[in-house]
């Protein structure tokens, strides 16, 4: 993995694939819950129930392939956090002044942001409010929507999608900002310490929390679950596979890719999920897979592909696919769940795309120059990070 980590810039020749896939199949996800509701998208299942516990019930065969399916939502959030760890640590490597590390990270995420959020805030509320345009700008809830900025989460605008069938929700993505504020402050730390230097320590720190946070899952599950409902991973969890995403990039060296390992890293997390047992453990086997996916060649998508649609993806998904029923749903309450959900998600999709391609072209590519008035990157010192691939 070392030629290809030095040849992508310490990035890996997969990620640009991973990122948008990962973006991609959770605008579906939630679409799916828009059309189908929040009861109807979950069937049967019995709210902080272990998987093991729904799958030991009398389910239907369709009821059975939701939860069989369920581990692959939990792993959607949680291979972005992997993801980004292994990606930030390796922006910080090269880059180990905290100025120039925090100036990257705003430049990358704030501009794109600030837009989405005014966007919703002063085009999209005041199209779908039912409140009178007055009680709308007036109401304080539509004053701490601007608190999204910077990481002070709301969800919802005044009298905003009120009656939609995942009701009350402007943007639900949104609840990643505060665990990835304490990411960024946690790569603070690594920076001040110069923990960034010594791979190995990283490495060292991370397994013993994994060991600590393993014994506390089984001895007092409730303290610190692993789980936040049936599809998300508590906030902690994800800072976590943040750190290990990390720790993979510092000791890339000690990790084998073969097909075989990303085959039985992937059975082991599937597995571990559907029993409700060593979740903390089943975390490193996902970070496993997308350390795999990561150094994968995706050429043609590459080639098809040369923007960066991701984050735009996961700013405006949410947002167009709440409008989306809205508007259109009306006119299609004569047909099923399913034939509403084929109808909305190519659009949603192609809205998406389109707003995703404004952001980057416009928002998020400028933003992006101005790096160079911040200390200019060296190139990537790899000598102690690269996996053997077999």
């Known amino acids: 993995m070392n030629e ?6 310490g990035i890996g020749p997969g990620f640009h694939f991973l990122r ?10 939630h679409c799916r819950i828009a059309v189908f509701g929040v009861q109807g998208a979950t069937p049967g299942y019995v709210k902080g129930a272990p998987i093991g516990e729904q799958l030991s019930s009398h389910l239907s065969p369709g009821l059975l392939l939701v939860e069989l399916s369920r581990p692959a939502l939990f792993s959607l959030v949680g291979l972005f956090f992997a993801l980004s760890g292994f990606l930030v640590f390796a922006s910080a ?34 199209l779908v409010t039912e409140l009178p345009l007055r009680a709308y700008f007036s109401d304080p809830q539509f004053f701490r929507y601007f608190g999204n900025i910077v990481g002070e989460v709301t969800f919802t605008l ?80 994800i800072v976590f596979l943040f750190v290990v995403g ?20 992937a059975g082991v997390y599937w597995a571990l999920m559907l029993l409700g047992v060593l979740q903390c453990v089943a975390g490193v086997f996902l970070a496993y897979c997308m350390v795999y996916i990561g150094m994968a060649g995706f050429g043609w998508f590459d080639r098809l592909l040369k923007m960066d649609l991701s984050y735009g993806t996961y700013l405006y998904g949410f947002p167009l ?8 749903l009306p006119a299609l309450r004569d047909f099923s769940h399913l034939t509403q959900y084929a109808i909305i998600l190519p659009l949603v999709i192609g809205a998406t795309a389109l ?7 416009f928002i998020e590519k400028p933003a992006l120059s101005l790096r160079r008035h911040l200390v200019r990157e060296p190139a990537p010192n790899l000598s102690e990070a690269g996996a053997r691939v077999s």
């Open 93 to 126: 490597a090269r880059a180990p002044d905290i100025k120039t590390f925090f100036g990257n990270r705003a430049l990358r995420l704030l501009p794109a942001l600030s837009v989405e959020v005014a966007l919703s805030a002063l085009i999209l509320g005041p």
């Open 246 to 265: 990390a720790a993979f990039f510092a000791n890339a060296d000690l990790i084998p890719l073969h097909p075989l390992f990303f085959l039985g890293a």
């Open 158 to 237: 005044p009298g905003v999608f009120l009656h939609n069938p995942w009701p009350d929700l402007v943007n639900a993505n949104l609840w990643t900002l505060p665990p990835e504020l304490g990411c960024y402050l946690l790569m603070l730390a690594m920076l001040a310490s110069g923990l960034t230097s010594k791979r190995r320590l990283l490495g060292a720190l991370t397994l013993a929390a994994l060991i600590a946070f393993q014994l506390l899952e089984i001895a007092a599950p409730d303290l610190l679950p692993v789980r936040a409902d049936s599809t998300h991973f508590t906030p902690w969890f």
């Open 20 to 29: 948008h896939a990962l973006s991609l199949i959770i605008v579906a996800h």
């Open 355 to 361: 707003f995703a391609m404004s952001s980057w072209i």
């Open 4 to 9: 290809d980590l030095i040849a992508n810039k």
């Open 321 to 328: 696919t709440q409008a989306s029923v809205y508007f259109l």
